[in-house]
């Protein structure tokens, strides 16, 4: 349901406050602390409140008892006094517009319980991050493009996913600390890993995403491989035969959907990867590298394949865990096989 007017009335506020599912009342550009109790009541879907330019801590009280999402991506800055009444709201909380946050607010959004996207903070204090990090849920920091050593420890505490895709570059200190993380963290802005910040973070312990980086070195890469449980690398257009051999040290889920052919020793390198691999970037298979994923044990996703040889099928046919596009199912799934 959407509105075109500018102001809600409590009357509107009132029916709306009935209506099951999502509500964009983006139109709006000033809520009364009566319309905002209305809205409150209201259940079963995301509240979009793009077009308020400011919140009282009265409606913002009132608008925490809502079961549901809700977006004030439209407030460019948030009092101490309304980020403590939003501390006890249990969804998804978007503040995307927001360029800064005191320390005290972080200190009280640090108790919200659900997804929380600051997106257009550009920087964070030390005592923001670290409130952060005790944060029960997945934060979206994307906006900030540098991160210090303090900073990035305060965040290793966040147990949910911790998204930081804004950041170029990371110091070796820095990386240290982001790897104690327990949760999954995305890092999907960098575009180069020097080898000593690849060590550093190959000591995550969840899923790490770097899927900008279109190159790595040897050493880079066995640092990489060394603890992730899940490791997404979808930058990587070519998998030279050595950078292949360092990551088939990883165990867990390993994304390469970038990588666009495979030598037979990479592949050969690869078959002995203890996880599943994903290659949906692949669009042929020559068959001396289909024999030998064919001996890979963990799953396999090929499902950017446009063309098959009957030989490579047929070295294909003998893998379980297999998933290709479905008209290569009938030729290359052995009986009884199940794609996921």
């Known amino acids: 349901m959407t509105t075109d007017d500018y102001d809600l009335p409590v009357e509107t506020a009132q029916s709306l406050a009935q209506h099951k599912g999502d509500l964009s009342l983006n139109a709006y550009t000033s809520l ?27 409606a913002a009280e009132s608008l925490a008892a809502h079961e549901g999402a809700i977006s004030f991506d439209g407030l460019g800055s948030l ?25 005290r607010a972080a200190e009280s959004l640090s108790s919200h319980d659900g997804s929380l996207w600051l997106n257009g ?20 920091l994307n906006g900030l493009t540098t991160m210090s050593a303090e900073a990035a420890a305060g965040l290793a505490h966040l147990r949910g996913f ?24 995305s890092l999907d802005g960098i575009e180069s890993l020097p080898d000593d910040v690849a060590a550093a973070l190959g000591h995550h312990r969840g899923m790490l995403r770097l899927s900008r980086v279109t ?33 088939a040290r990883h165990e867990g889920l390993l994304y390469l959907n970038g990588v666009q052919s495979l030598s037979h020793t990479a592949a050969a390198s690869l ?26 044990t963990g799953w396999l996703y090929l499902n950017g394949l446009t063309s098959l040889s009957p030989e490579a099928a047929a070295a294909l046919r003998s893998k379980s865990g297999l998933t290709l ?8 799934a052995p009986p009884g096989s199940v794609t996921p």
């Not at 101490?80 to 320390?103: N, P, Y």
């Not at 950041?167 to 990386?175: C, E, F």
């Not at 603890?227 to 998998?239: E, I, P, Q």
């Open 32 to 58: 009364s602390a009566q319309a905002a109790a209305l809205l409150g009541q209201h259940k079963g879907g995301t509240l979009w409140l793009n077009g308020l330019g400011s919140l009282s801590a009265e």
């Open 79 to 103: 009092s101490d006094e309304a980020a403590a009444k939003l501390a006890t709201f249990a969804h998804g909380l978007s503040l995307d517009r927001l360029s800064s946050l005191s320390d």
């Open 121 to 140: 903070l550009t920087t964070i204090s030390d005592r923001a991050a670290a409130a952060l990090g005790r944060h029960n849920g997945s934060v979206w």
């Open 162 to 185: 911790l998204s930081l895709d804004g950041l170029r570059s990371l110091a070796t200190a820095a990386a240290a600390a982001l790897a104690k993380q327990s949760g999954d963290l």
């Open 215 to 247: 190159g790595l070195s040897e050493s880079a890469a066995r640092g990489l491989a060394q603890r992730s449980r899940v490791l997404a690398l979808n930058g990587l257009t070519s998998l030279p035969d050595a950078i292949a051999d360092a990551l």
């Open 271 to 296: 078959a002995r990867h203890a996880g599943d691999l994903y290659f949906d970037g692949l669009v042929s298979m020559p068959d001396d590298v289909a024999r030998e994923l064919a001996r890979h």
């Open 325 to 332: 596009p479905e008209r290569f199912l009938a030729s290359a």
